[in-house]
């Protein structure tokens, strides 16, 4: 096989990145845009040892499943990658992902249906849109699969509609005041992503510019353009000056407005600044806390951690229950809101703290703290043996596993099942339509002493 050959395929799965997946000649070809039970002719992109990159060039036998997407953008961008594939199915393929690893790991568990989210597409209240210079233009839009080549977007398909109309709005003012866009490969021009935060609770948005620079020609008359856009009440600039992937440098300046929104989860207001860890999918959020905190199982008279705990919305929002919430978090800024959102709620049994989950938890261990339930919700990389070693000696009786990734949430459950919790029903829970993510919530129970 070989670069730019046309074969003939049978799609007979879908990776765990939304790829359509077949064999041939020994090899497992991965497909974009391919669903399973389509027969595709297609071209050959790139071939490696023990599989191969193809792209449709014809659909032969269509998927009845697949669903007629408005604009292809979305599909070929990493944006929503499973845009063409019916919401049903979208479901049933999360739940899949997660019984295909407890096969792998050999563990024999129930997993629920995944819970749909109840909005589809415009769930998003955050979007950190790329901005890069197109034919002479300054576009906003998503990077191409794979790659940091920008197509441009109007429509975004998972965002708060207002938040594109507020993207385009601050897109035809920087090109008004003929603002450079961010060039990557020459580390030049200015603005690299507008970052749009919007609350669907009070329909305050707030407007991040990401820039090379921390000043530039006409910053106020083009800050204050930008806070006149209608529910624009908060404009930042970013400074992140590195080569980097990573979104956001480490300081921002107020341009105009105020320092931050507040957003809701249930009954409960937060508090959101630039750098805040906020859940995207408000909604659904709702569901998520409301799942975790139901099989938590609570009483008033239980000591709960809330590890990885951003703005301490976890914690906050089964206070209520509980005797007393302890939290930790790395990002400063984040526990700083956690304790301004206790207050504003008027919450006083919250206590956060700034640090790494995997020092703090095996120091609260030593200090002989037991606390009764642990939830976690880590980031995708999942938690370290430091941590898990901290829990089993502070002698929680059960772990509530919120996660972002499935693979680390079952390699970290087999650890803990080593020390002796045993594990339970998994719950997927759809927090991200249209992408191939796929949220989970597990409890871990002591079984042991
Ligand atoms: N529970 C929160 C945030 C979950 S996201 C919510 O539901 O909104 C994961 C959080 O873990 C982020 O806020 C991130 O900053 C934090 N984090 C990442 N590594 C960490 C570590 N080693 N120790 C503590 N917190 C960490």
New binding site residues.
Partial sequence: MEKNQIVELEITDLSYEAMGVAHLDGLTIFVNNALPGEKVEAKILKVKKSFAFAKIEKILVESPDRIKVKLNQWVQTGLASLAHLSYEKQLEFKRQQVVNLLQKAHLDLPVANCLPSPEETGYRNKAQTPVRDVKGQLEIGFFRKHSHDLVPMEDFMTNDPEIDRILLATRDVLRKYHVPAYDERRHKGLVRYIDVRRSKATGDAMVILVCLYKDFKNIEKISQEIANIDGVVSVYLNHNPQKTNVILGKHDYLLAGQKQIIDKIGDLEFNISPQS???INGQQTNNLYDLAIKRADLNKDMLVVD?????G??GLSLANQVKKVIG????KP?VQDSKVNAAINGITNTEYVV????EEMPKWADEGIKPDVVFV???RKGLTPEFIEGVVKSGAKKVVYISCNPATMVRDMVEFEKEGYGLTEINPVDMFPMTPHVECVTVLERTEK
């Fill in positions: 860890f906020f859940q590890a990885y705990s951003g703005i919305t976890i930790v978090e790395v990002v984040a640090g790494k989950a995997e919700d880590p980031p």
